[in-house]
């Protein structure tokens, strides 16, 4: 699903607080925040606005507190999420004794460093110095892809984008890949559009700021800003856009190293390589080539001198939050004021659970789920799941516009489909990072090139299908589609998605869709490329291709006219497979409630003057409330493939006759939507 993946604590920590006790902060435990009538307002027509009439007295009552960029479901569950953490964490750093190597010991350590701002102040620019030495020395750009290389294999990013994972046409075996890469702002059209013009200006002053901390003259600071935006310029010119990006065929280009290295003699690969430790490895995965292209006649006709100060820069950003306060503080006003409009940063307390949950976070998970994830919550939802399932694969069987060749496959894809619930049934072990509570940049540090060096020993050996792409306390969940699976951690098995103390309606109307949505994605404009092995593969007829795009751009069209801010229109081609995942999710959801409504008719009745399937929208519209800062709206319409709460309340439903039906929603209305124009897929 993937709505809220949590930021890399790595480029967002900062400085606040100092102790590690339980009066680090004063906040009472955050409500849990489940469906509730109340959120509605009764005085908005479901024909008229159904986003507003679900959610209309919730959007009053709840501005945007002043450390977020936003507010809503998603974010209230992980507040509460995070203060459990941090319950967690600090027990976990009183404990001393804790045996070296336990989740305990692990996870109490990184917190207490990650506190210790009297620490941090007096270190100052210390933690990096080495690496600052080390940029000093290139004096060439062969030295300079030798410090990439082992910049990327220590987890530093820079300059392009590299990594292992499942190989897209060879799903059983892990493949080294490389990609574009290597900008600061949130995308290449930050740096392109007209648009944008007010965030460069501020992000020049910004870099400048930057470096005049680091101690650098005000002229030479200034110089060197104009130098960092002047090559990132340059690498967003040739970089693919988002919506280019989406496509898994283009951006699949398995070369041999011979002929990536003939192709770019420039750039050394077998040297690179060598250096990030696969020297013997004999082909690799480039998303977009045309992008190294670039990159090559970048580092010929830039100085060595311009690329040192782009990487002094990256290495000052990415370690922000490890320095000294000012240096943070300045980060913030221009990562977190600027670019998504928060006025205040997040307390330190709760951005060092963040710092743990994405460095450790299956040693910080393992103390999470044995609190908070009983064994009768995994039973109830596998249960859930296996009844989308079923009615998925009815919605299959029985689709009136695809022929037999291809349900056939669809079908067989299908029957091979996975999910995992809660959490790992074996824990990662960290006993290997050194952690220490006077070191919080080095445990960062440590933490990722751990990371880093698990999967590069990991290419050409065969795809571990238990591993977990998120940690278990994050509230989201996702669609595999190498390994033709869903995943849901149990920081999303909570209320509102899924609530024990509610009826059916609620629930399948929140976690029901979920699991529909997360389905559907195998089976989406992406998904649907994939075959049954989790490669990438043309299983489809080419009619039924055609029936399956022409369904498709009517979602694009739909979701090209939704407006989120004056002149600012949905991406209806970027967000085109949440879209489609969404509507899916709702249908076979629906359908899932009204089987079991027949199974128990006695459970067909009002509540709170509502019947079941008015209490199923209600539900699903409920989930995607969210309050927004303009700028964080810019930011998510241009990077997010995922619609703005609102429009993924109303979007779906809109193609929906049963949503119609259930508030007796006529044609000539502002939510109605002509029959010939609804999209119908799944």
């Not at 002053?205 to 901390?213: C, E, G, W, Y």
């Not at 609530?499 to 649907?528: C, L, M």
Request: glycine content about 6%; charged content about 25%; proline content about 5%.
């Amino acid at each position: 699903m993937k709505e809220f993946v949590q930021t890399a604590a790595f480029l967002t920590m900062a400085v606040a607080s100092a102790t590690v006790t339980s009066t680090a902060f004063a906040e009472t435990e955050p409500k849990v925040p489940a469906f509730s009538v109340d959120y509605m307002d009764p005085t908005v027509s479901p024909a008229t606005n159904f986003y507003l009439y679900a959610n209309g007295t919730w959007a009053k009552n709840n501005p945007i507190p002043a450390d977020k960029a936003r507010w809503g479901s998603f974010v209230e569950l992980n507040e509460r999420n995070t203060w459990q953490l941090h319950e967690l964490l600090v027990t976990a750093a009183a404990d001393t004794n804790a045996a070296p190597g336990t989740p305990t010991r692990e996870a109490g350590d990184f917190f207490a460093a990650a506190l210790d701002t009297n620490r941090i102040e007096a270190l100052g620019f210390q933690p990096i110095a080495s690496d600052l030495a080390r940029i000093a020395a290139i004096k060439s750009p062969a030295d300079l892809l030798t410090l990439i290389a082992n910049f990327q294999k220590e987890g530093e990013g820079a300059l392009f984008g590299s990594g292992v994972d499942a190989d897209e046409k060879d799903s059983s075996l892990y493949v080294f890949q490389l990609g574009q890469g290597g900008l600061s702002l949130p995308d290449r059209d930050y740096y392109l559009k007209d648009s944008f013009a007010a965030q460069r200006e501020k992000y020049v002053a910004h870099v400048t700021k930057m470096f005049t901390l680091l101690g650098e003259p005000a002229d030479q600071a200034t110089n060197d800003a104009g130098t960092v935006m002047a090559l990132e310029t340059e690498l967003a010119k040739a970089s693919r856009s988002r919506v280019d990006l989406r496509d898994p065929d283009k951006n699949y280009n398995k070369l041999t190293v011979a002929a990536l290295a003939a192709r770019n003699p420039g750039l050394n690969w077998p040297a690179y390589l060598a250096t990030r430790g696969m020297p013997d490895i004999t082909n690799l995965v480039v998303g977009q080539p045309e992008f190294f292209d670039a990159l090559e006649k970048l580092l010929a006709t830039h100085s060595v001198a311009e690329w040192q100060t782009y990487l002094r820069w990256h290495l000052l950003h990415g370690a922000a939050g490890a320095l000294p306060s000012a240096v943070d503080a300045e980060n913030f006003k221009f990562f977190g004021t600027v670019l998504t409009g928060r006025p205040v940063q997040e307390a330190r307390w709760k951005r060092a659970v963040g710092a743990v949950n994405g460095s450790i976070g299956e040693a910080l998970g393992q103390l999470y789920v044995e609190k908070y994830f009983p064994p009768a919550a995994h039973a109830r939802m596998a249960a859930l799941v296996d009844n989308l399932k079923a009615v998925f694969a009815d919605h299959l069987a029985k689709l009136e516009w695809m022929t037999a060749p291809t349900r056939a496959k669809a079908l067989a894809k299908f029957a091979r489909f996975t999910q995992k619930i809660g959490c790992p049934d074996k824990f990662r072990d960290y006993s290997s990072i050194r952690i220490d509570r006077e070191d919080y940049y080095g445990n960062l540090r440590r933490a990722t090139a751990f990371e880093e060096h698990r999967q590069d020993v990991r290419v050409g050996q065969k795809v571990d299908r238990t591993e977990w792409g998120m940690t278990p306390p994050t509230v989201n969940a996702y669609f595999n589609p190498a390994q033709n699976e869903i995943v849901f951690p149990a920081g999303i098995l909570q209320p509102p998605f899924f609530d024990v103390t509610k009826d059916d309606a609620v629930n399948y109307g929140g976690i029901g869709v979920v699991i529909g949505h997360e389905i559907t994605h195998g089976y989406d404009d992406q998904g649907r490329k994939f075959d049954a092995d989790g490669n990438l593969n043309d299983w489809w007829t080419a009619d039924d291709a055609k029936q399956f795009e022409a369904r498709a751009q009517k979602v694009v069209d739909e979701y090209d006219g939704f407006e989120a801010l004056a002149g600012l229109h949905v991406n209806g081609k970027l967000t085109l497979g949440e879209n489609i995942a969404d509507l899916g999710g709702i249908s076979i959801a629906f359908d899932a409630l009204e089987r079991t409504l027949a199974q128990h008719p006695e459970n067909r009745k009002l509540i709170d003057g509502f019947t079941p399937e008015q209490r199923f929208f209600l539900s699903f519209a409920q989930i995607w409330r969210t309050n927004a800062r303009e700028a964080e709206v810019r930011r998510l319409i241009t990077v997010d493939p995922h619609s703005p709460g609102q429009f993924r309340s109303v979007g779906p439903v809109m193609n929906y006759q049963m949503f119609f039906d259930a508030f007796d929603i006529k044609p000539g209305t502002p939510t109605w939507r002509a029959p010939e124009l609804r999209a119908n897929i799944w």
